[in-house]
């Protein structure tokens, strides 16, 4: 049946903002999809028994020795354009390790931190917090190693950290880098670190 004159319009109106509707739809799982936070300043691990230079990235080395601690620092900056819900800094150790600790410290964008605002005194147990654009965190993480430790000479390693965050209502999960290699090792069979020719081994 031919639609009448009066009801042609209205049909148009209604294509016309579905259309508009998915565009809009689209254009923001465009942005949420893309969008990344940004590694803040690098940190390093202050109880590693040897720092080794390699590649402009540092690797921090420490023996894996059953329910050892190991600190570590990185930062986390929002570039912007939009304000971000950091959630979680997520712990992902399959048992090799737990996050024992997870500790926080927003940076003020008043003015550049000191070696003082960049330690970490003051800084309170990790929540979900709001960065705003070009806003910073410091986050520092203690590790609890399992009981089961790798054979020896073997252990892992990594440079980045995964964290959850919700941008314009949208969860999203990164890999944000920590400007540094945590390598965690056995020891050799006399409980020494295993030889390594970058030691001078």
């Known amino acids: 049946m031919p639609l009448s004159a009066a009801r042609r319009p209205r049909r148009l109106v209604i294509l016309a903002a579905s259309l508009a509707l998915i565009s809009v739809i689209g254009a923001h799982?465009?942005?949420?999809?893309?969008?990344?936070?940004?590694?803040?300043?690098f940190f390093g691990s202050p109880d590693a028994y040897a720092r080794v230079d390699?590649?402009?990235?540092?690797?921090?080395?420490?023996?894996a020795r059953p329910g050892a601690t190991i600190d570590y620092a990185f930062g986390i900056a929002n570039p912007g354009p939009f304000t971000v819900r950091l959630q979680e800094v997520i712990d992902e150790g399959s048992g090799s390790y737990t996050h024992e600790r997870v500790r926080m410290k927003e940076l003020s964008r008043e003015k550049s931190p000191s070696p003082v605002d960049l330690g970490p005194a003051d800084a309170v147990p990790f929540r979900p917090v709001d960065?705003?654009?070009?806003?910073?965190?410091?986050?520092?993480?203690t590790l609890r190693l399992g009981q089961e430790i790798p054979p020896e000479c073997a252990g892992f390693s990594f440079d980045v950290q995964r964290v959850r965050f919700t941008v314009l209502g949208m969860p999203?999960?990164?890999?944000?880098?920590?400007?540094?290699?945590?390598?965690v090792e056995a020891p050799a069979s006399d409980g020494e670190p295993c030889k390594d020719p970058g030691l001078g081994g």
Do not use: S, W
């Open 29 to 41: 799982l465009a942005v949420t999809l893309r969008y990344k936070l940004d590694a803040g300043f």
């Open 172 to 183: 999203r999960e990164q890999l944000v880098p920590i400007g540094h290699v945590i390598k």
């Open 131 to 141: 960065l705003r654009p070009n806003a910073g965190l410091l986050v520092f993480v």
């Open 54 to 63: 390699a590649d402009n990235v540092t690797e921090h080395r420490h023996l």
